[in-house]
């Protein structure tokens, strides 16, 4: 059987940036593996080493720099990797969930898998709709924000926790094929291993262009477009405790006694 | 023109983002004199209806499918009387539930989805504010098309309130059962275990800033020598560092203690939903533009590390080297 795993790039700002037009500034941002496709790296790769005979893909969106991501995903198990992009994306000012769900869905019908597992959103955009968008596209049933998961290779339903609001889990059980939304501390993610990050070098990572999963670039003109970005003003009216550390905890103490928190 | 909105309901009670996701129809509805529609589908409907007609609400429909919510049901309830009624805006809440229907909805119908919104404003067009990179920006997304699905994240509007005189119709939609393809089975309370940290009257929490399990030792001191109880941010429960029962926020726990003392915590959207109600806030973080201090009465903004140590020996305790 193959597990797809969709995992992204992510980009996360610095406390102090400045924006650029309409994104940060490039010089502040670093980039690193989605927090959220990690913990589905992992459960895909848990399956794997469950059972016989699962290949485990991933796919992502993004420019060449995403590879170094990429090697990570194939340092932890991932046998292999497909990564899409070209001018036509390149040149994209907002790539919105239904654009990459799109893409995703192209690549999902080449691969054929039977499960899709993916991070419940990414932590930049934080859109949280591109799992559930392709399970729609690709007639895959779905659940979103699972932090649980009881499935063994060829299953045909896949029992799962999906986390609600307020400590309260609901239970339910998926049909497979199914795409999974994987919420964060659903496993542990491992470490990816010396061996691992050398095995790594010599996966393929297939580069695709639109065209070649026959997609034209229409598919990135969406009826959403990024207009304006900006730190928000900060509202806050909190007291400031100055001074060195022994100083603002000095005050901070004064503070717990004035309250009651601790007497004398 | 109408706007739509679908009510949120579980184990009997409708979630207080029904009522939040009314306050935005109606001001989006009133910005091109429509209608506010909504809808509730599944379980006691009709009671459900009563306590969603309040002032402004025009319509309230009712589509009787299933007890609690299944995502394949409201799928199709959704799609239905989206086509019956064709709203320009389709409203859902950002909540987990949410998450798991409203882009199958969006694409299904064809329609641009726009989720988590924090604000909303309608002239020619629509403009939709949402936060990015972990609240640290804001963005302006402007939606060009004549109709468009919008989840709304829990908490940003006030909720609807006083009496209505909606007229409230019954919705009959013929389910396609080969298409529910997943079956709720239970629910479950996690987090019980030895302490209730929303008995607690002073909670010392700690989030990612404490960035080793080893360093825990640290705070545990502060909570001991304060007497308060120990809780957490997500990152913590994840790493199974702490268990499940210590963690505030929108998938932990709602806490309201006298004095919340946050070390180390940003102040993330989700876990801000669990603490927001404490009546005093403490926040030492060195990040200055930290969430955090949007909510806090109090602030350090130096190293938890330097902090902290001060803090327990300006009780007499002593700090654990770490």
């Keep these: ?264 | 023109m109408t706007v739509l909105g679908i009510a949120e309901h579980r184990r009997g009670d409708l979630r207080d983002v029904s009522f939040e996701l009314a306050s935005v129809g109606r001001e989006l509805a009133d910005a091109t004199d429509s209608e506010l529609h909504l809808a509730v589908i599944g379980g006691e409907v009709e009671a459900f209806a009563d306590d969603l007609d309040r002032e402004g609400v025009d319509v309230i429909h009712t589509i009787d499918e299933g007890e609690e919510f299944n995502h394949d049901i409201y799928v199709q309830a959704v799609e239905a009387l989206h086509d019956d009624l064709s709203p320009d805006v389709l409203l859902m809440p950002h909540s987990v539930n949410g998450l798991d229907y409203a882009p199958a909805v969006a694409s299904r119908l064809s329609l641009p989805l726009v989720t988590d919104a924090i604000g909303v404003e309608r002239d020619d067009g629509l403009a939709v504010t949402r936060e990015m990179y972990g609240s640290k920006v804001e963005t302006v997304v402007d939606v060009d098309a004549d109709r468009v699905a919008l989840t709304v994240r829990p908490g940003e509007w006030p909720p609807v309130e006083g009496t209505g005189d909606a007229d409230v119709s019954a919705f009959a939609v013929d389910i396609d059962e080969s298409q529910v393809r997943s079956t709720v089975t239970g629910f479950e309370e996690v987090g019980g275990g030895d302490v209730d940290i929303t008995d607690a009257d002073v909670l010392v929490s700690v989030g990612r800033g404490i960035e080793e399990e080893e360093n825990l030792a640290l705070v545990e001191a502060l909570a001991d020598t304060l007497g308060a109880t120990l809780s957490s941010s997500r990152p913590i429960v994840d790493n199974g560092w702490l268990p499940k029962n210590r963690q505030v926020g929108q998938s932990g726990k709602v806490v309201t203690p006298d004095v919340y003392i946050a070390i180390g915590i940003s102040g993330a959207v989700q876990h801000v939903a669990g603490m927001k109600g404490a009546e005093t806030i403490v926040a030492i973080n060195d990040d200055p533009s930290a969430p955090i201090y949007d909510l806090a009465d109090y602030g350090i903004v130096d190293d938890l590390f330097d902090v902290v140590p001060a803090l327990i020996e300006e009780f007499g305790g002593e700090p654990p080297e770490i």
């Design chain 1, 1 to 264: 059987m193959k597990i797809l795993v969709t995992v992204a790039e992510v980009a996360e700002v610095e406390d102090d940036f400045e924006v650029d037009g309409l994104a940060v500034d490039d010089r502040y941002l670093t980039y690193d593996l989605n927090e959220w496709d990690d913990y589905a790296v992992e459960a895909a790769v848990q399956i794997q080493e469950a059972g016989e005979d699962v290949e485990v893909v991933s796919v992502t969106v993004g420019p060449e720099r995403a590879d170094e991501t990429i090697r990570m995903a194939l340092a932890k198990g991932v046998d292999r990797a497909i990564r899409v992009w070209d001018d036509d994306l390149a040149g994209t000012e907002y790539l919105d969930s239904a654009t990459k769900a799109e893409i995703l869905a192209a690549v999902a019908e080449e691969e054929d898998p039977d499960l899709v597992l993916t991070g419940v959103q990414s932590g930049d955009s934080a859109f949280g709709a591109t799992g559930v968008s392709l399970a729609e596209r690709i007639g895959f049933e779905w659940a979103a924000v699972v932090n649980d998961l009881d499935y063994a290779a060829g299953d045909d339903e896949a029992s799962v926790r999906r986390e609600l609001e307020g400590g309260v889990e609901e239970l339910t059980d998926v049909e497979t094929p199914a795409v999974l939304t994987i919420q964060t501390g659903i496993n542990d993610p491992r470490y990816a291993s010396l061996r691992g990050i050398r095995q790594a070098q010599s996966k393929e990572i297939a580069p695709k262009k639109l065209a070649d999963l026959g997609l034209d670039a229409d598919v990135t003109e969406g009826a959403v477009s990024l207009t304006e970005l900006y730190e928000p003003e900060t509202v806050s009216d909190a007291t400031v405790y100055e001074g060195s550390p022994e100083e603002t905890a000095g005050q901070l103490a004064d503070l717990l006694r004035d309250k009651g928190v601790v007497e004398g």
